[in-house]
């Protein structure tokens, strides 16, 4: 047993030798400096969310006690009202979860004092959202002008791009359910000026629709064109269930938040939120419609392409942060196919530029991913290597200087670890108070939940498997989405494929029921679906209509 034990030890002692090489101190003084960056990053983004919440507080120390939804009083007046212009909000759906009642409630519910209409589509009424949506538009058919399109099978590009395109061009509309829908389907109305693309896992705060026209209405189409807003956009603040698949999420999401939180001018886009002009879609301006309909696979990729390509302004208000509820039983297999999902859509692209583009962010991602775990794992070396001097009494040995240098590494790691997380929590801190100030009526938000040894583990599994999930999907070419297999080619969906045998149980985040096992709606099911969230529904009083 000792000649085992003594191999053991010669391997681990040679592994803390070759870890304080200068290369592998580069490698582990690297890590540090990612710790560092990303904290400096999230403390940047802390400040203006901060800054923000300390506006709303200061405007209601004021006496307006609206501030939630206006910075100025003044804008309540019956004649500015009436001189807002309309919005379309589009929801592409599919399935029906735990959160959806909830998040479409939230929507449909908007303060906006402007003419508002909201299109719920689907691919088909087989969907389970169908019943549930329809029932909701129901209960406020009186006070929220509201529509449900069955926008039909996408042949050309992904399922989620045409659902949102049905709304804009006649040629969608062929294959819709017949005028006798009590909901009707009809295009997006004449008059609207700006369109509002949400994904239904969203919910809204009661002023969102109005901060996001009020900043695209601030931007006058005079002048230079490269100064009207393009898009305006928003982030999600992920609300882990407690699963280490949750986490995960979580924190694949938090480096990218402070890409949102500038308060303005980003280069980021997010599909689960985008304002843009009407017009834009309806003449096809800058390829907007061919770019995403011809062979279009992500949404909001495909549109920041085109926003660079043609130096388009996109922007992110403050207040655009969404709380974003994880399901309850998101599995850690779920939360790799959505891994798979977010590493794929870097195969895509549109032009010669983009490409480049895609790689580059490819390359550089990967790279600072096992940047960021390769000096964990030396820590793990270092510190078992120092646990069996001291066991061991080999304090005499020369391994000893390497065990003592490898731990003078390890604190270090261990102190820019703990001000990695600290900026973390310091950003989801800020970003949960100003939820919960733009949303005074909704069920209060808290940190009490998130586990952060969780968080920590969360970090080093996400970041080791970005890489394997990015080279997986650059060489498949291939994603099942929802039960839909994509197949790219030139950066192009060029083939979808549909079958029964594809369809997943549950969607990835929100945990929502697509079809029943032979790819049809369960009625049974179903309604034992519906009636678990209804019995989890928490309706806010305040801004019923």
Known sequence: MSTTLDSMDSILFSLSRAFCTPFAVFVQIQGCVICLLLALGWLMAAYVRNREIKRIKNSMKAGNSLAFLYQDMNELEHSRQAKLPRVSVVMPLKGFGEHNLHNW???????????????????????????????????????????????????TCSQKIHNQLSLAFADFFKNLVSASVKIGVEKMHKDTKYVLFLDDDVSLHPGTIGALTSEMEKNPEVGTPNYIIFIQTGYPLDLPSGTLGSYCIYE????????????????F???????????????????????????????????AALAGAHKRLITSPPVAVFPHPLATDLSFGRYWNYLRKQTFVLESYISKVNWIMNKALFAVHCYLSWGFVAPYVMSVIHITSALRIYIKGYSQLEDATFASSGMSLVILLAICTFIELLAMWNLTRREVTLCNLLSPEAPRLTLAPYNWALI?????????????????????????WSGIRYHLR??????????NDMVPAKTDLGGKHLYGKK???HKASFLSSLGRNLAHWRQPKKFDV
């Not at 309806?282 to 279009?296: C, I």
């Not at 970041?463 to 291939?478: E, G, M």
């Open 105 to 155: 409630r939230s929507q449909i519910t908007s303060l906006y004092g402007g003419p508002l209409e909201f299109l719920f589509v689907l691919e088909s009424t087989e969907d389970p959202a169908y019943h549930a949506v329809s029932r909701l538009l129901a209960t406020h058919q009186d006070h929220v002008e509201a529509k449900v399109v069955i926008a039909g099978l996408a042949t």
């Open 252 to 267: 694949y999401h938090m480096p990218c938040s402070m890409g949102f939180a500038t308060g303005g001018t980003t280069f």
């Open 269 to 303: 886009l997010w599909g689960g939120c985008m304002m843009m002009h009407a017009d834009d879609f309806r003449q096809d301006r800058y390829g907007v419609v061919s770019g995403l309909r011809d062979g279009g696979y992500s949404d909001d990729m495909t549109l």
């Open 456 to 480: 920590f583990i969360a970090m080093l599994v996400d970041n080791f498997l970005y890489p394997i999930s990015a080279f997986r999907s650059h060489f498949s070419q291939s994603i099942n």
């Open 490 to 499: 030139n950066g192009k969906v060029f083939k979808i494929e549909r079958r």
């Open 519 to 521: 790819g049809a709606t």
